[in-house]
């Protein structure tokens, strides 16, 4: 059985992107071991609303891994301590009894902070709306095995398909970039046979929407890969580049045609 747990906890409040924002200390007792992060929050805003003060604004839906809503900074890493785990699957355990906790928002230009924990990460909707679909005319499905896809190819797309869109990337990049969630976003589509007609214009689209949305580029660091809660490898960066470069040359043949 696991043991409560006792800690201090530091949380980022801000009022909005504009406010310059500050940390307030709170000071956590005997907190089960088999709580997960989220359920201690909301342990905290219920004891912050008894004593009548401002409940802390954090984002949450799914709690069970899936929805990437749950973007909170602990302790330097982006959704905590853990290795292919959402803040929301992070248990009180893994933290010590006496120990430190500071919870930050991401930390971004492309994600501006609406109230304390909560960013805007509606620039990932406005990414996927550049290029993150396939324009398919309209009728009845096909059916799943009418296009034979070898299983490799198959896996590999679903691998980039794993992708929740959390933010982790960007909050781990020292450049803000997004590139490993376009590429994601990119690869699984451009892989499949129903993707590779619009393969190039996808990538140069939601490249330069990307870049419009203020994010950085890629430096190779791959703090995006070890911090990606699913697991996202940068090969997918690698592809997207080669299909940006490819966008690119097209476009030169065209001009000089």
Same mark, same amino acid.
């Given at each position: 059985?696991?043991?409560?747990?006792?800690?201090?906890?530091?949380?980022?409040?801000?009022?909005?992107?504009?406010?310059?924002?500050?940390? /307030?200390?709170?000071?956590?007792? /005997?907190?089960?071991?088999?709580?997960?992060?989220?359920?201690? &929050?909301?342990?905290?805003?219920?004891?912050? !609303?008894?004593?009548?003060?401002?409940?802390?604004?954090?984002?949450?839906?799914?709690?069970?891994?899936?929805?990437?809503?749950?973007?909170?900074? =602990?302790?330097?890493?982006?959704?905590?301590?853990?290795?292919?785990?959402?803040?929301?699957? !992070?248990?009180?355990?893994?933290?010590?009894?006496?120990?430190?906790?500071?919870?930050?928002?991401?930390?971004? *230009?492309?994600?501006?902070?609406?109230? /304390?924990?909560?960013?805007?990460?509606?620039?990932?909707? +406005? =990414?996927?709306?550049?290029?993150?679909?396939?324009?398919?005319?309209?009728?009845?499905?096909?059916?799943?095995?009418?296009?034979? !896809?070898?299983?490799?190819?198959?896996?590999?797309?679903?691998?980039?398909?794993?992708?929740?869109?959390?933010?982790?990337?960007?909050?781990?990049?020292?450049?803000?970039? *997004?590139?490993?969630?376009?590429?994601?976003?990119?690869?699984?589509?451009? &892989?499949?046979?129903?993707?590779?007609?619009?393969?190039?214009?996808?990538?140069? *689209?939601?490249?330069?929407?990307?870049?419009?949305?203020?994010?950085?580029?890629?430096?190779?660091?791959?703090?995006?890969?070890?911090?990606?809660? +699913?697991?996202?490898?940068?090969?997918?960066?690698?592809?997207?580049?080669?299909?940006? !470069?490819?966008?690119?040359?097209?476009?030169?043949?065209?001009?000089?045609?």
């Amino acid at each position: 059985m696991d043991k409560n747990i006792s800690f201090t906890l530091k949380v980022w409040r801000q009022n909005g992107p504009k406010d310059k924002g500050h940390f /307030d200390t709170f000071q956590m007792k /005997d907190i089960p071991g088999d709580t997960s992060f989220l359920e201690m &929050l909301d342990i905290l805003n219920e004891m912050l !609303i008894e004593e009548g003060k401002e409940p802390i604004v954090f984002d949450h839906d799914c709690r069970e891994g899936i929805c990437g809503m749950c973007s909170l900074y =602990i302790n330097g890493h982006p959704h905590g301590p853990a290795t292919g785990a959402t803040t929301c699957q !992070i248990y009180m355990r893994r933290f010590k009894d006496g120990d430190t906790i500071t919870v930050e928002p991401w930390r971004s *230009a492309g994600f501006p902070v609406i109230k /304390d924990l909560m960013v805007d990460r509606s620039a990932y909707d +406005k =990414i996927m709306q550049a290029g993150g679909f396939v324009s398919v005319s309209t009728g009845a499905p096909q059916d799943a095995n009418a296009i034979l !896809i070898p299983k490799t190819v198959a896996d590999e797309a679903m691998d980039a398909a794993t992708c929740i869109g959390c933010g982790a990337c960007v909050a781990a990049c020292k450049n803000g970039s *997004a590139m490993l969630f376009v590429s994601a976003k990119v690869s699984q589509l451009n &892989l499949l046979p129903q993707g590779k007609p619009e393969a190039l214009r996808r990538a140069k *689209a939601m490249l330069s929407k990307m870049d419009e949305l203020g994010f950085g580029n890629c430096t190779n660091t791959r703090a995006c890969e070890a911090e990606c809660p +699913k697991c996202v490898s940068i090969s997918n960066i690698a592809r997207l580049n080669r299909d940006f !470069i490819k966008a690119k040359l097209k476009d030169l043949s065209l001009i000089h045609i």
